[in-house]
């Protein structure tokens, strides 16, 4: 990844035009898998891992996009952007543009260069850190301001309707509106978000599977329509039910005790998500108090259900997951991020992060010859313009 400057004057050699330039993290996901679309709670925190865009204006009416990392140009053409995107990777900026069209900001044409540490695939929210980024840097060559909670929208609705992958508001809200040392206990109804301090004495460990997954996969779209139905039939109940948020675990065991949910997966999944949301409240109270076994049980029950309630765990993070308990340091871990695949997130005393993160490392690769990546994250700030130095 090229840093803020190098990132300046790649762009400028390459257009002659000096930019403006915003960084947007990833993001890692304490607790709350899945709870977004559901009207309910998560708790995520900004990464140290972002990616960075320049952008300037163009002469033409072109989206000229170029990928540092990729090595790769793509050229869309502003005046003809339709509301669908064609399975490119440059969909995830065009998205974000014609979004901002439909808004009223309009530019003539754009270049814009990207470069990003966050790993792709990975569960990190790549993708959300690069519509971020980008709807931020428009934002400021057009003139036009936004809300974070409105770019965090936008950015969504640019995933839904032009990548076509069927995210909750999550992975947009924390990279849009991240606080630098804390979590957001993230409240997807209202989009409202209290901060939820990280103790100092403890850091997030991150180790990836290296088992790719995709949003935008079978798997993804077919356990948020078992949520949905679940809601469905929580519906006939009573009718203040709009979503799993509306539902307690007593109410869900009742209908599946009353024979009202046939399909059991639909029971489970719909158990994984109302459990999880309630696992945000209670993982925030026990952070905020130090109690960090508390802590890392909260963490170690919320992977249990999303592996057998969920089913969206795999073989790699379940090992992942087992390894880490085994390491001095380590509170709780759990695979984080959309599932079927990608990274964990465990909870370790500061004085052994490193050395845990390399214990991990190797056992990983020692059990399955995968030669996974792994970061000791710090939590860092969302969408922020870098001005020159």
Not at 31 to 36: F, K, L, N, R, W
Not at 239 to 258: K, M
Request: proline fraction near 3%; include cysteine.
């Amino acid at each position: 990844m090229l840093s803020a400057e190098e990132l300046r004057e790649f762009h400028l050699k390459k257009y002659d035009r000096e930019p403006v330039l915003f960084r947007a993290p990833g993001r890692v996901n304490l607790v709350g898998e899945h709870t977004d679309y559901a009207d309910g709670f998560c708790m995520p925190a900004a990464l140290n891992m972002s990616t960075l865009i320049t952008a300037s204006l163009a002469d033409d009416d072109n989206l000229t996009i170029y990928s540092v990392e990729l090595k790769k140009q793509a050229i869309v053409s502003l005046s003809s952007l339709g509301d669908t995107g064609s399975g490119h990777w440059s969909d995830y900026l065009a998205g974000v543009v014609r979004e901002l069209q439909k808004a009223g900001v309009n530019l003539p044409g754009i270049f814009i260069t990207i470069t990003s540490n966050v790993p792709i695939a990975a569960g990190l929210s790549s993708s959300a850190s690069l519509e971020v980024a980008t709807a931020g840097a428009i934002l400021k060559l057009a003139g036009t301001k936004m809300s974070g909670p409105e770019i965090a929208l936008l950015c969504q609705r640019a995933e839904n309707k032009y990548v076509g992958a069927p995210c909750g508001i999550m992975d947009q809200f924390i990279s849009a509106n991240g606080v630098a040392g804390h979590a957001l206990v993230l409240d997807c109804r209202a989009l409202s978000a209290s901060a939820s301090p990280i103790p100092a004495g403890v850091r997030l460990v991150i180790c990836n599977s290296m088992v790719k997954h995709s949003v935008a996969g079978s798997e993804y779209g077919e356990r948020r329509q078992q949520v949905f139905e679940g809601a469905r039939l929580m519906a006939l109940r009573g009718p203040n039910v709009r979503a799993l948020r509306d539902v307690t675990l007593d109410e869900l065991n009742a209908a599946n005790n009353a024979g009202e949910i046939v399909d059991e997966l639909v029971f489970k999944r719909s158990r994984h998500v109302i459990t999880d949301s309630q696992r945000v409240l209670d993982l925030a109270t026990a952070l905020r108090h130090g109690e960090l076994g508390r802590a890392g049980k909260i963490m170690l029950e919320a992977h249990a259900s999303y592996r057998d309630d969920f089913g969206a765990s795999c073989n790699e993070c379940d090992l992942l997951v087992d390894l880490a308990m085994e390491l001095p340091g380590c509170y709780g871990s759990r695979l984080t991020g959309g599932g079927f695949g990608g990274c964990t997130v465990s909870l370790v005393d500061a004085a052994h992060s490193d050395t845990f993160a390399a214990a991990l490392h190797e056992k990983y690769r020692n059990k399955t010859g995968i030669d996974a990546q792994y970061f000791v994250c710090e939590v860092a700030d969302g969408l922020h313009e870098v001005l020159p130095k």
